[in-house]
């Protein structure tokens, strides 16, 4: 029988994993933690826990962790101090810099680390590397819904509050599948909707949501754009508009109404199949029961439009006065822990700490840090790639984070990985991007051995704690970052003592958290802005005013098929996505229990599809896009359409990037995972 010894200490954090940000405290015992359990208290998650913040902690002491610094001669791994690997990747950076200019290097921040790290890679960027080629990876997932955010409402994050769930009288959950991505507030949303709220999912997947809402609206992949304008098109022809709001708060109504005339749920339904009077109907809610609130993941954001799909909802919420109150708002459900955090800190090529723009606030922080800055906009991670496929970025300095497994189209990825002259990885495991193309590895502690803060998806701070020693030589992003800026010649801008010291850095140069100290958050943490100490922070953003404008304006958003389309010869769509027991490409939760639970990646598949291929469960199936193919076991679930198909990408050996394309979101480069045209046949 398997016993874990009782913990003798509890230490209060928070959960590791996704954006809801639960506050749990670990349980150590002789150093190592054997139990976790939520707070009973804390605001984001009520004294509840999901799977994977209840068990999936074994990868702390995981046996393939990597705890002394690395690198690589001919191709073979050799074990160093840190001292010779801090030295060899100073004197690689220094010479890209040197021969190509410091615009040949790409720094890539990391949802995993703190928002202090995340502002010390970011400063490390700009001011030891000297370029604005630095990224995170929200680039993949949630930068649409932070452009849009930004460009219309005049700021780039959550509306409202998870507390505001249980005030909506309707929730609209628009391509995320919360029961298992964002488990506590998948089940906030259930509870609300048996509670009496009407519920609408729009989602190509008869997702856990979808099967208990009102309306369960099933565009095809790609389609988002249409529905959305045919929603408008039904608040405008049944004036269901809040005539009031719009007088007051809103530009470019008359405008939008012309626009919208021809979008009719007939026209909407052709291109995305949702049946009209559904469409009717789910407007009727949204504009009647209010307060509405809405709610999307990456189904909405991981689109050749995926910033035109999140404007075409901020119309939604404009035109039925859902903003700046109690119970509705736009809430992008962010998929990593501080994944915004990163963002938010400047892990960004165009802005600086605070989602400033650097045409903005470039002095200010040259003023702060005392160096001259770059002013050019940088690259993304994504454009970082196409700059390595061109032999014009020489260097990536990549932290926390698996780009060749997580990046879109795997092939042209590790094409461009390969052509690079220094790869410099920070992680705690020998990831796909340190195992096929790292020239040097740098070993880090994980969150439950340093303190910082992480930024949760209703814009809450929250502290992280240490409840156990660094293993083996590993040491913290923010020291790792600091050593390598002392060796670069920049001691004096990195000279940082503890994470409470960077963090008062950050509040002095951000303002909208000058009221959060660490011992203000020290319990329930603080939603920004908070610009004081007497400041109790913003739940509900908007309220008065927008952040850019008295009036928000409405965006007129023409529908753009994507390229990645059926045919003859690929006639299924695939969308991917994440499963209850795993996160992201399993670096963590790959070595914990959780893989006893679901131990392999597969491909969903609709009954009648699976019987006209004469596949069933189980069986092993060849899945080839234009771009690439893997193998992956059949599952037969009804929860998929008849001619589109669900694959998850937990699994790095299985690599599922290696099928997704070269198509990306037209403004902020986001590759669209959730279009992939596809054939299966049995391996
Ligand atoms: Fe962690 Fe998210 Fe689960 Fe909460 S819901 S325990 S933050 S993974």
């Given at each position: 029988a398997w016993h874990e010894p009782v913990p003798t200490e509890w230490t209060r954090t928070t959960c590791p994993y996704c954006g809801v940000g639960c506050k749990l405290e670990v349980g150590v015992a002789g150093d190592r933690i054997v139990a976790t359990r939520p707070v009973i208290d804390a605001p984001s998650n009520k004294g509840h826990l999901c799977v994977k913040g209840r068990y999936a902690h074994g990868y702390v002491d995981a046996a393939d962790r990597i705890t002394v610094p690395k690198v690589r001669h001919d191709g073979r791994w050799r074990s160093t101090d840190w001292a010779e690997a801090i030295t060899l990747a100073a004197d690689g950076l220094r010479r890209v810099a040197a021969e190509h200019g410091p615009d040949a290097i790409g720094v890539l921040g990391s949802s995993r680390a703190t928002n202090e790290e995340n502002y010390l890679t970011q400063k490390f960027a700009r001011?030891?590397?000297?370029?604005?080629?630095?990224?995170?990876?929200?680039?993949?997932?949630?930068?649409?819904?932070?452009?849009?955010?930004k460009h219309m409402l005049g700021t780039g994050v959550a509306t409202n509050s998870f507390d505001d769930i249980e005030q909506a009288k309707t929730l609209l959950?628009?391509?995320?599948?919360?029961?298992?991505?964002?488990?506590?507030?998948?089940?906030?949303?259930?509870?609300?909707?048996?509670?009496?709220?009407?519920?609408?999912?729009?989602?190509?997947?008869?997702?856990?949501?979808?099967r208990i809402a009102d309306v369960h609206l099933a565009p095809r992949p790609g389609t988002n754009v249409p529905l959305l304008n045919?929603?408008?098109?039904?608040?405008?022809?049944?004036?269901?508009?809040?005539?009031?709001?719009?007088?007051?708060?809103?530009?470019?109504?008359?405008?939008?109404?012309?626009?919208?005339?021809?979008?009719?749920?007939?026209?909407?339904?052709?291109?995305?199949?949702?049946?009209?009077?559904?469409?009717?109907?789910?407007?009727?809610?949204?504009?009647?029961?209010?307060?509405?609130?809405?709610?999307?993941?990456?189904?909405?954001?991981?689109?050749?439009?995926g910033t035109q799909g999140v404007m075409a909802l901020i119309d939604l919420a404009l035109l039925t006065g859902n903003l700046g109150r109690a119970g509705s708002g736009i809430n992008p459900l962010r998929g990593q822990n501080n994944?915004?955090?990163?963002?938010?800190?400047?892990?960004?090529?165009?802005?600086?700490?605070?989602?400033?723009?650097?045409?903005?606030?470039c002095q200010r922080f040259e003023a702060a840090w005392g160096v001259a800055l770059p002013h050019k906009p940088g690259l993304n991670a994504v454009t970082m790639i196409d700059a390595a496929h061109a032999g014009k970025l020489k260097a990536l300095y990549v932290i926390g984070y698996d780009i060749f497994a997580s990046l879109a189209n795997a092939d042209v990825t590790a094409m461009a990985l390969s052509k690079l002259d220094l790869v410099i990885v920070q992680d705690m495991f020998l990831n796909e991007t340190a195992n096929s193309f790292g020239h040097?590895?740098?070993?880090?502690?994980?969150?439950?051995?340093?303190?910082?803060t992480f930024m949760n998806s209703e814009r809450r701070i929250q502290r992280v704690r240490r409840a156990v020693a660094p293993r083996g030589d590993s040491l913290s992003d923010a020291e790792v970052l600091c050593r390598l800026a002392g060796e670069l010649g920049f001691g004096d801008q990195f000279r940082h003592t503890c994470a409470e010291a960077v963090w008062d850095e950050i509040r002095a140069v951000?303002?909208?958290?000058?009221?959060?100290?660490?011992?203000?958050?020290?319990?329930?943490?603080?939603?920004?802005?908070?610009?004081?100490?007497?400041?109790?922070?913003?739940?509900?953003?908007?309220?008065?005013?927008?952040?850019?404008?008295?009036?928000?304006?409405?965006?007129?958003?023409?529908?753009?098929?994507?390229?990645?389309?059926?045919?003859?010869?690929?006639?299924?769509?695939?969308?991917?996505?994440?499963?209850?027991?795993?996160?992201?490409?399993?670096?963590?939760?790959?070595?914990?229990?959780?893989?006893?639970?679901?131990?392999?990646?597969?491909?969903?598949?609709?009954?009648y599809d699976a019987g006209q291929l004469d596949l069933r469960d189980d069986m092993p199936v060849r899945v080839e896009s234009r771009h690439g193919e893997v193998v992956l076991p059949l599952r037969v679930s009804d929860a998929v359409a008849?001619?589109?198909?669900?694959?998850?990408?937990?699994?790095?050996?299985?690599?599922?990037n290696r099928l997704t394309g070269p198509v990306r979101d037209t403004v902020t480069s986001a590759p669209e995972y959730k279009v992939v045209a596809v054939r299966v046949r049995l391996a």
């Open positions: 001011v030891v590397i000297g370029t604005n080629n630095v990224d995170c990876c929200a680039r993949v997932c949630h930068t649409p819904s932070a452009a849009a955010l959950v628009v391509g995320a599948n919360p029961l298992e991505n964002h488990p506590v507030v998948g089940a906030r949303i259930r509870q609300q909707a048996q509670r009496g709220a009407h519920l609408i999912v729009i989602d190509p997947r008869r997702t856990g949501l979808a045919s929603l408008a098109h039904v608040l405008f022809a049944e004036d269901l508009v809040d005539r009031d709001f719009l007088a007051a708060r809103v530009e470019g109504v008359e405008g939008l109404a012309a626009f919208m005339a021809p979008w009719t749920p007939e026209r909407a339904t052709q291109l995305s199949g949702v049946p009209a009077d559904a469409i009717r109907r789910a407007a009727r809610l949204y504009a009647l029961e209010r307060p509405a609130m809405a709610l999307h993941g990456l189904g909405l954001t991981e689109h050749l439009q994944v915004q955090g990163a963002a938010v800190m400047g892990c960004d090529p165009g802005t600086l700490t605070g989602s400033v723009r650097l045409v903005d606030a040097v590895f740098l070993p880090v502690v994980s969150s439950f051995e340093k303190d910082g951000w303002p909208a958290v000058a009221g959060i100290s660490y011992g203000r958050s020290s319990r329930h943490g603080l939603q920004w802005p908070c610009v004081d100490e007497y400041d109790p922070g913003t739940a509900v953003l908007h309220a008065r005013r927008f952040a850019n404008a008295d009036k928000a304006k409405l965006e007129q958003v023409d529908y753009r098929p994507t390229t990645e389309c059926t045919s003859e010869q690929y006639p299924f769509l695939l969308t991917t996505g994440r499963t209850l027991h795993h996160f992201n490409v399993g670096t963590m939760t790959g070595r914990t229990r959780q893989q006893l639970l679901r131990p392999t990646d597969t491909l969903d598949m609709h009954p008849p001619g589109q198909l669900f694959a998850t990408f937990h699994d790095p050996a299985r690599m599922l």
